[in-house]
């Protein structure tokens, strides 16, 4: 089965119950959910193994020949169904009249830019307005967090030293705060810096992929429900940002992926001044979700609402990236 879904790129499905496009999500669904599954996704020799997989099909994904699926039939990404589903009017098109529109590959299709006037930064001038590094959905907002927690039971608390590596900045965010956002898969999948400052650490951390917590139960969305217990395990990005603002201190910008993301690319490199609302990398095809982690004392009060509940990670405030998400001190 894998090596089939490696040779194909994901046809879109006009019908809304069947639009599935994970194929591998599909396949390992109700195997992540079983005591063996939970035990094979944890281990670190299948997880090397599969990485492999994904990164074969990441190759095709890249390729010409993925184009195949960008048309305007009913299983096709430039269909007037896929195309309002996907809000394709606010992103870039680089040529209707060539063929495949002009994308070069799925994954160029997928991680199509957005157009600026869609999402302008908010007060770009104002250094305490800290903006949305993504588009997606509000999953948690944590404040004080520790450096060191229980991650794995259900409550899935953040766990600093995990998340960020045992990297040697650690210490400097425990007690802060982490705003985290889920990505579904029609979202923009580039990420921008949420404040002005220069990017004095980038880092790719090789993680899990296809697990989750067994104790929030069945998941039918393929380990969306597990967000919190991803950022300790999953394969990450890394991208620190020294903020212009003093009392902001250093930011950390933490790209997540979930199940089939194979590839979190920075794009920009260490040393390098960013302004707010410059993009700093992409995913390449699946769903994500994403973390802001904020050293104690930089936000004074966010300025979006937290989830109610996180059993769906889609309840959540949607956001947009470039918009006000916090107000520093």
């Known amino acids: 089965a894998l090596n089939h879904i490696v040779q194909n790129a994901p046809k879109y499905n006009i019908e809304p119950n069947k639009r599935h496009a994970f194929p591998m999500s ?23 193994a599969i990485r492999t997989v994904l990164r074969a099909w990441q190759d095709f994904l890249d390729s010409k020949e993925s184009r195949v699926v960008l048309n305007m039939g009913d299983e096709g990404w430039l269909s007037p169904s896929a195309c309002e589903f996907n809000k394709l009017d606010e992103f870039v098109i680089p ?13 160029d299709f997928f991680h199509r830019q957005i157009k600026s006037a869609e999402r302008p930064v908010t007060r770009p001038n104002d250094n305490k ?11 948690k907002i944590a404040r004080n967090v520790k450096k060191s927690d229980s991650f794995w039971i259900k409550s899935q608390p953040y766990s600093l030293a995990d998340m960020l590596d045992d990297h040697p900045m ?39 992929y296809f697990s989750e917590l067994r104790s929030e139960g069945f998941d039918p ?14 394969t990450r990005g890394l991208a620190f940002i020294k903020a212009d603002d003093e009392k902001i201190g250093t930011v950390c910008v933490m790209p997540i992926g979930i199940t ?33 982690v904020f050293q104690p004392g930089a936000i004074k ?21 470039n918009a006000e998400i916090a107000i520093a001190h």
């Open 170 to 208: 650690v210490d400097s965010f425990v007690g802060g705060d982490v705003f985290q956002s889920f990505l579904s898969g029609s979202s923009y999948h580039r990420w921008r810096a949420p404040v002005s400052g220069t990017v004095v650490d980038l880092k790719n951390i090789d993680g899990l």
């Open 95 to 107: 040529d209707r009249n060539a063929p495949h529109w002009g994308f070069k590959s799925f994954n």
């Open 129 to 139: 307005v800290i903006v949305s590094a993504n588009d997606g959905t509000v999953y």
């Open 301 to 321: 009060h966010f300025t979006v609402d937290a989830p109610r509940s996180t059993d769906d990670p889609d309840s959540g405030p949607a956001i947009h990236v």
């Open 26 to 48: 599909a396949l390992f669904v109700y195997m992540m959910y079983t005591p063996a599954g939970v035990a094979a996704f944890q281990n670190e020799a299948f997880n090397a």
């Open 221 to 234: 969305t393929v380990g969306t429900w597990s967000q919190g217990y991803e950022t300790a395990v999953n």
């Open 260 to 292: 089939e993301v194979s590839s979190i690319m920075h794009t920009v490199k260490i040393g390098q001044v960013v302004k707010k609302g410059e993009e700093l990398g992409r995913f390449s095809y699946g769903g994500s979700t994403l973390c802001l």
